[in-house]
């Protein structure tokens, strides 16, 4: 079956910095990106959709300046989490479509300390 | 706007007992998909059965089969012969045709008994 891939899986990063999370589609060509926030014992947020080629569509109340996406391939996108703070801990998947079917990475907890 | 609500916060079930999960949705299109989705401790999303609304007939995956009512909006999880690998987080979700994300629930932690 289809696979995403999504690194780093972990991440302990210092307050005021950035951090990089790659998502990448091994073995189809995925359009369409989307990038969630999952809080502990909570649902998946999406917080942007991702195309290809062209600028992401944010959800209302993510900060755009704040997490960078870029899709600049059909098999990678990069959220970025400039100067970060304590408070953009958690869990961030990424996930990929297909025609019929989403694929999700393996998340990446972020830790900002 | 569409919104999936999963009333179940925590369910339990005895190995090799049956347990359903229960999902309900509010929609105004007439064509759409849902999901389940299971997230064991590792986070992985894994999807577990998927349903066309189109479709009568329930979808069925091995010992995981749906109950879909698409009148009632409603769209539960059967998972049938419970195993200890099936404890997990149980997502429900729904994408629209002409959508591309999907619609999560809140989840159910599922516990297996031994």
């Known amino acids: 079956g289809a696979v995403v891939s999504q690194h780093p899986s972990r991440v302990i990063c210092k307050s005021g910095t950035s951090v990089k999370i790659e998502c990448r589609s091994l073995d189809f060509q995925a359009t369409t990106m989307f990038w969630y926030r999952q809080f502990p014992k909570q649902s998946l947020m999406l917080m942007a959709t991702s195309n290809e080629g062209s600028k992401a569509t944010y959800e209302q109340g993510v900060e755009k300046d704040k997490f960078l996406i870029n899709h600049a391939s059909l098999t990678l996108s990069t959220l970025t989490v400039t100067s970060a703070h304590p408070e953009d801990s958690s869990f961030y998947i990424c996930?990929?479509?297909?025609?019929?079917?989403?694929?999700f990475g393996q998340g990446t907890r972020l830790t900002v300390v | 706007a569409q919104t999936v609500t999963q009333s179940q916060p925590e369910m339990s079930v005895q190995e090799a007992e049956t347990v359903t999960l229960s999902c309900t949705y509010d929609?105004?299109?007439?064509?759409?998909?849902l999901f389940w989705y299971k997230q064991p401790p590792s986070r992985q999303m894994i999807l577990v059965i998927r349903?066309?609304?189109?479709?009568?007939q329930n979808a069925t995956e091995n010992r995981f089969s749906v109950n879909f009512q698409k009148a009632a909006k409603s769209f539960s999880l059967k998972i049938s012969d419970s195993q200890l690998g099936d404890a997990a987080m149980y997502f429900c979700?729904?994408?629209?045709?002409?959508?591309?994300?999907?619609?999560f629930g809140t989840g159910t932690r599922l516990t297996v008994i031994p």
């Open positions: 349903q066309e609304a189109y479709k009568q």
């Open positions: 979700a729904y994408r629209g045709t002409g959508a591309n994300n999907l619609f």
């Open positions: 996930s990929a479509r297909d025609r019929t079917r989403a694929f």
């Open positions: 929609t105004s299109e007439s064509d759409y998909y």
